[in-house]
């Protein structure tokens, strides 16, 4: 409840300013973050920041008077291990399971993050480079270091990590390579859900998608992310009319019906791979996550069930997609234990 006057060393030089108030003001929302960047009570070397401000060392910083909330659930967060697909002193990747979501908040005590820092205190500077909706599975980037982490930053905000996906959807696709550029807004619907929807005054987006497999009533898409904005997968496939299979925000409900009769119990998007520099030794790296059991066990009833009407579009389009923007030599990250 004291104004704190805070030096930024060399382990927080590069960060924005609001995503260094996250970090030191744990469990205030990031609406009120910005609540008190916009009136000025924070303060850098006496002066006003816009959030995007990078820190720089030997700046000293006013953090205001700030009431967190304290939950009803104090308990801390249990230790969890989730399957590595790499590690080394700057990254550790894991495979993400679905239904955990990757940080606390939301009615959600703690996440994956909150766990892996349990299991893991050493890592003491461990951050979340990325984040994946609850339900989506696969490829996830933590940083050890806070220079990992500003690196991998930069390299996101430029666009130039690929990031892709695969995902069931509904009807049939048409195209073996679309590309869809819809702009998205983030909004709150009337019971306080956060949504996101196509508008003419969102932000710029754009998602390729490549046709692998159809089946007479669903489709495997690989999904490449040229954006990263909130849901963008699942808004831009609904507004093409071919909505993710399992989907309970943006789906069919009554293919979905049909679909959890038929075994289908999550929603079917999963990060299948995700190439990006290497903050420390400049390589570039391919990690990729195997399509998890529940997923393959229902494509191949799929294919049970539509015998020879089953058609492989794109059997080489996952691994070759990357092709496309991005030169072939890339390191593939050890298995998952």
């Not at 002193?89 to 239904?99: E, F, M, N, Q, R």
Request: aromatic residues 4%; hydrophobic residues 40%; glycine residues 8%.
């Amino acid at each position: 409840m004291a104004v704190q006057l805070l030096t930024i060393d060399e382990g927080s030089a590069g960060q924005r300013i609001d995503n260094f108030l996250a970090r030191v003001l744990k469990g205030v929302p990031k609406s009120h973050i910005y609540r008190i960047l916009r009136s000025g009570e924070v303060r850098i070397d006496g002066g006003r920041a816009k959030p995007e401000h990078k820190l720089a060392p030997g700046q000293t910083v006013r953090v205001p008077p700030v009431r967190v909330a304290v939950r009803d659930d104090a308990s801390p967060a249990l230790p969890r291990d989730f399957p590595v697909l790499f590690e080394d002193a700057h990254l550790l990747v894991v495979d993400k399971p679905a239904g955990v979501a990757v940080h606390g908040g939301s009615g959600i005590s703690h996440g994956l993050i909150e766990q892996v820092r349990a299991a893991r205190p050493e890592l003491r500077d461990l951050e979340l480079v990325h984040r994946l909706d609850r339900e989506t599975s696969g490829v996830l980037l933590l940083a050890k270091k806070r220079s990992a982490l500003r690196r991998l930053h930069d390299e996101l905000r430029d666009g130039a990590t690929d990031k892709h996906y695969l995902a069931l959807v509904d009807g049939r696709w048409r195209d073996d390579k679309r590309a869809v550029r819809a702009p998205l807004l983030k909004y709150v619907n009337g019971d306080g859900e956060r949504r996101v929807s196509v508008s003419k005054d969102g932000q710029p987006s754009e998602t390729v998608f490549r046709l692998l497999r159809r089946w007479p009533q669903a489709c495997l898409l690989d999904c490449e992310l040229l954006t990263g904005r909130t849901h963008q997968i699942r808004v831009h496939l609904l507004h093409t009319g071919h909505p993710i299979a399992g989907d309970d925000k943006y789906g069919n409900y009554e293919w979905n019906h049909e679909l959890a009769r038929m075994g289908l119990k999550r929603m079917f998007l999963h990060a299948a791979r995700m190439t990006f520099t290497h903050p420390a030794s400049g390589e570039q790296m391919t990690v990729e996550a195997p399509l998890p059991t529940a997923l393959q066990g229902f494509s191949d009833r799929l294919d049970a069930l539509a015998g020879e009407s089953a058609e492989t579009v794109g059997s080489a389009a996952v691994a070759n997609s990357a092709k496309d923007r991005r030169p072939a030599r890339a390191r593939r990250g050890r298995g998952a234990p």
